[in-house]
């Protein structure tokens, strides 16, 4: 398949920064994928990339300066907005708002967060609200009102508009979000706005709600809009560094960025979409797994993606990625959908303490690249879960990233000794093998909420495991979660990179239009107005259609939100092509129905309650240009991946001799029964004892973690 994405001949770049290790995987034409890791350099996380895009250089042979001007395209997956909106580094926002409606993003929403049931808050009394994006003495109150029907109640005060935002500009506000009453049903006042800032204040950095979250909902759609200003200086001026440093290399082609909601965007976009790049980096991962568990024939996968930070979780349920259609971030509520992710800090890179009671702690402070684990040899003192591999013999500290980079294992010991070993009465071998016991439980502990408590059995699941340690710890955190089935794909080392560059162009708009049916309606689809309908999916498919070039090969997934009346959550049903009749109309809210009963219960759907149609949607998709498969690996030897054995300490059994193989050799058709290690430049796959390994004819490795 061919678009105009990208042109005949050149490589296929795509990267991920991520806490400890910037990601980079090379495509070319008839080759298999090439892999590379190096580490992220916070000061300017622009020269990870570029150190990690001279190692490919280096591997294929080239000057830098040539094979960058061979790079056909490039896609970037970033954790930039995240961490801007988390460490609260974005710019200085102003808003204006409907008189009267000043405090929507202080008062917030009651979220379970807020009633003691959500995790980050605990208890109800020791709830607490975000630092505010937006100072109250930055929000300007404009007189205005539009109502529920869309109806113009009082009009713009131009006199007020100007006043605002020459007050906002000389106070030092940088970024300005407009977020208007009901401004999704007639955007006229929010429009207004644009022109007068266009003549006062043409610099500042504008987000107007009805574009980027023309949806019902005051707060989130305010949050989302205040969101976005507040990133989008920050994303801007990254954008524009990173592409000046890769033109600097000589590249002259197109840069695209992960887009969480499941694509890729220009770079240009991310800039005005800021807010659509928080989980950038991870969604990546999802996508990819995605597309390959379809290929393999798994329908329902858990994604685990453990870097040196953090420990990503997603599903995918039925072959299709798990999308929230609202999302929470740093403890706002935005109206964008996203691939679904839930992290913990639990990764390589977690630094392993003894609190007050006495009792092991693993994370969430990481001690990331900088200083880094205490094995690194880079300042690092205290204890990490990498530096417990390594004094377990997981890890070689001689083959790290390939050998490029050598360990200090005597350093990890008296890490591990000072920190946990004396203040616990262990040993060093014994607190190391505490430290990824209780890191493993904590990320089987995630699989388990994801599962469990959203009513769902693990063990309908498969595990694909991925990043820099998840191979690592993988056999031990799907056994601890009660699931049998591990695959470890052939690009997880660099998965959610491989998910960017392999992930389609991606536009989404959705819009509310509120309708609704009469309660014991005998024919519920025939009281919409399908009319309306129509043409509300019309103009989205338009606009989303315009923001993917016109691209003749740009296919189309429109979908509708419902619910019953009076009930708080919608549900999406896909709607077929051509236009939305009655009888279409008719199917649609049969499966409704039963998509209801499925998750909630046989018997649960209350037809005669009545149906409300809230939100339209619209997805577009263009495809990257496929590549020549590269040529089918041959069949793996064994004996000849074979490299050595050394001893690992394993939980179960502890200190065993185990053979070590080198895994770019271990090939398809092999099998073997653990304990085993097979060690790649990237990571290192444990296979622990009694689980049996399989290689399929991709390379595509699969654990049975229950075993023989």
């Known amino acids: 398949m061919t678009t105009s994405t990208t042109t005949p001949g050149g490589y296929l770049i795509g990267t991920d920064i991520g806490g400890t290790f910037t990601d980079l995987v090379l495509l070319e034409e008839g080759q298999r994928p090439r892999l590379f890791k190096s580490p992220t350099t916070p000061h300017d996380r622009s020269q990870g990339i570029i150190n990690a895009l001279e190692l490919a250089a280096e591997a294929i042979g080239k000057p830098l300066a040539q094979f960058a001007t061979e790079i056909r395209y490039f896609a970037h997956g970033t954790t930039a907005a995240t961490n801007a909106l988390i460490e609260r580094k974005g710019a200085r926002t102003g808003l204006l708002t409907t008189a009267g409606f000043a405090d929507t993003m202080l008062i917030q929403r009651s979220m379970t967060s807020w009633v003691g049931m959500g995790s980050a808050t605990g208890h109800y009394s020791r709830r607490r609200n975000p630092e505010p994006l937006v100072a109250r003495a930055d929000i300007a109150e404009i007189p205005e009102r539009v109502d529920a029907a869309g109806r113009i109640l009082l009009p713009l005060d131009e006199n007020e508009v100007r006043s605002a935002l020459r007050r906002l500009r000389d106070s030092g506000v940088t970024a300005l979000s ?128 453990m870097g040196g930070t953090s420990f990503d ?94 360990l200090d294992r005597a350093g990890a010991e008296e890490a591990i000794r000072t920190h946990v070993a004396e203040p616990l009465g262990m040993t060093v071998e014994e607190a190391a093998l505490g430290i990824r016991t209780v890191a493993d439980n904590q990320m089987a502990d995630l699989l388990r909420k994801v599962t469990v408590e959203q009513g769902r059995d693990p063990r309908d699941f498969a595990v694909f495991a991925y990043g820099g340690a998840g191979p690592t710890h993988a056999c031990s955190y799907t056994q601890a979660a009660g699931i049998n089935t591990l695959v470890v794909p052939p690009t997880s080392t660099v998965h959610s990179a491989y998910g ?22 005998a024919d519920a689809a025939a009281e919409f107005d399908l009319g309306r309908l129509n043409a509300g999916l019309n103009d989205l498919t338009t606009r989303v259609h315009t923001d993917l070039d016109a691209d003749p090969a740009a296919r189309f997934v429109r979908s509708v939100h419902l619910k019953f009346r009076r009930q708080t959550h919608e549900l999406p049903v896909v709607l077929p092509e051509g236009e939305v009749t009655v ?47 590269a040529a089918p690996p041959t069949a793996g030897d064994l004996a000849v991946a074979r490299i050595g054995a050394r001893e690992v300490v394993f939980a179960e059994v502890g200190r065993v001799e185990v053979p070590v193989f080198r895994g770019e050799l271990v090939g398809p058709g092999a099998e073997l029964i653990g304990p085993a290690v097979l ?14 390994l399989a290689v399929d004819s991709d390379v595509n490795i699969i654990i049975n973690c229950k075993g023989n």
């Open 583 to 629: 009888e279409v109309m008719r199917a649609v809210v049969e499966e409704f129905f039963g998509t209801y009963e499925r998750i909630y219960g046989t018997g649960t759907a209350l037809r005669s309650a009545g149906l409300e149609l809230n939100t339209l949607r619209v997805e577009g998709r263009v495809a990257v240009d496929a590549l020549a498969p």
């Open 679 to 692: 060690e790649f430049e990237g990571t290192t796959i444990v296979v622990g004892p009694g689980q049996e």
């Open 313 to 406: 979780v997603g599903l995918v349920l039925d072959g299709e990625p798990l999308v929230e259609r609202q999302s929470e971030v740093g403890n706002y509520h935005l109206s964008i959908p996203r691939i679904k992710v839930t992290a913990i800090g639990a990764g390589g890179g977690s630094i392993a303490w003894v609190d007050e009671v006495g009792a092991l702690v693993v994370g969430p402070e990481s001690a990331g690249s900088v200083p880094g684990p205490a094995c690194y040899g880079r300042g690092g003192e205290r204890p990490t879960v990498t530096d417990a591999d390594v004094v377990l013999g997981i890890i070689d500290p001689g083959y790290f990233l390939g050998g490029r980079m050598t």
């Open 178 to 305: 407009v977020s208007f009453l009901w401004s999704f049903l007639d955007p006229a006042h929010e429009l207004r706005v644009l022109e007068l800032v266009e003549q006062e204040w043409p610099e500042v950095y504008l987000t107007l709600s009805h574009e980027v979250a023309p949806v019902i909902g005051e707060y989130e759609r305010t949050a989302t809009t205040a969101v976005n200003s507040y990133l989008g200086p920050v994303i801007r001026d990254y954008m524009e560094n990173l592409e000046g440093r890769l033109q600097r290399t000589g590249f002259q082609g197109e840069l695209s960025v992960m887009d969480s909601g499941g694509g890729v965007m220009r770079a240009a976009d991310a800039a005005r979409r800021s807010a659509s790049l928080l989980t950038s980096g991870p969604a990546g991962g999802v996508l990819a797994t995605a597309k390959l568990a379809g290929a393999m024939g798994f329908g329902n996968v858990i994604t685990s993606d």
């Open 500 to 521: 960017t560059v392999t992930a389609d162009r991606f536009r989404a708009l959705q819009a509310t239009d509120l309708q609704r049916t009469a309660p014991g309606a």
